[in-house]
């Protein structure tokens, strides 16, 4: 049972326009959502996150929208950058993010420059 | 601060062999916790820790994995009579317990079960 679904195993987008990751969701018990980017042979890094509370997280070039109705979370990425070529992880938990994470199978972008 | 470290970070072993990582949190953290990550999966929970109590175990961890936190510090992952099946890359994070807070993952010690 994938309770954390990214249904685009990979993404290409051109240097400097808008990277697009999506991801869905079906525990209504989930309350707090994270993205995680990961290079190979290391573990994730934490990006940005979202609380059920808010619909709109922005940090930087990353901001997070989070459709609660439709249990949907969507990552962009403005401009993007070579280096953001990697497989990108979404990531819910219950309690506000006071318990275990329970992660999507990822999406891997490729900044084409 | 130095971040999540985890040792080994790479193991190969013989089926049926015994095996054990070590992981070492943010020093402030009292939450530690351990995913498996398999090729083209993301990282699955295993367990964690709030100080040196295991506060909860995945049904995914059989009776041959065992964890433990002395002294809530570092962790120890056992995994005992490995199998192939075994063969993933182990992730340990840690967070402080408070709402809205994220997990920092380390390395991972990638598990070879030849």
């Known amino acids: 049972d994938q309770q954390v679904k990214q249904n685009s195993p990979s993404l290409s987008v051109q240097e400097g326009r808008i990277s697009i990751l999506n991801c869905d969701y079906t525990?209504?018990?989930?309350?707090?959502f994270l993205w995680y980017k990961k290079y190979p042979a290391e573990g994730p890094t934490f990006l940005i996150s979202?609380?059920?509370?808010?619909d709109k997280n922005e940090d930087g070039r990353f901001t997070v929208f989070l459709n609660k109705s439709a249990k949907h979370l969507s990552l962009h990425i403005v401009p993007s950058q070579p280096g953001d070529s990697a497989v990108y992880f979404c990531?819910?938990?219950?309690?506000?993010?006071?318990?275990?994470?329970?992660f999507g199978t990822g999406t891997r972008l490729t900044i084409i420059p | 601060d130095t971040g999540v470290s985890q040792n080994p970070r790479h193991k190969i072993t013989k089926r049926g062999q015994n095996v054990t990582f070590r992981c070492d949190p943010i020093?402030?953290?009292?939450?530690l916790y351990w995913y498996r990550q398999t090729l083209g999966q993301g990282p699955e929970f295993l367990t964690y820790?709030?100080?040196?109590?295991?506060?909860?175990k995945s049904r995914l961890l059989s009776d041959r994995f065992s964890a433990e936190r002395p002294k809530g510090s570092f962790s120890t992952l056992e995994i005992q009579r490995t199998e192939q099946g075994d063969s993933a890359m182990y992730l340990c994070?840690?967070?402080?317990?408070?709402?809205?807070?994220?997990?920092?993952f380390g390395p991972g010690t990638r598990l070879t079960v030849l």
């Open positions: 994070a840690s967070s402080l317990a408070m709402l809205e807070n994220e997990q920092f």
């Open positions: 525990n209504s018990m989930f309350d707090y």
């Open positions: 979202i609380s059920s509370i808010k």
């Open positions: 990531a819910a938990s219950a309690n506000f993010g006071n318990e275990k994470l329970t």
């Open positions: 020093s402030e953290h009292n939450r």
């Open positions: 820790f709030q100080n040196e109590a295991q506060l909860e």
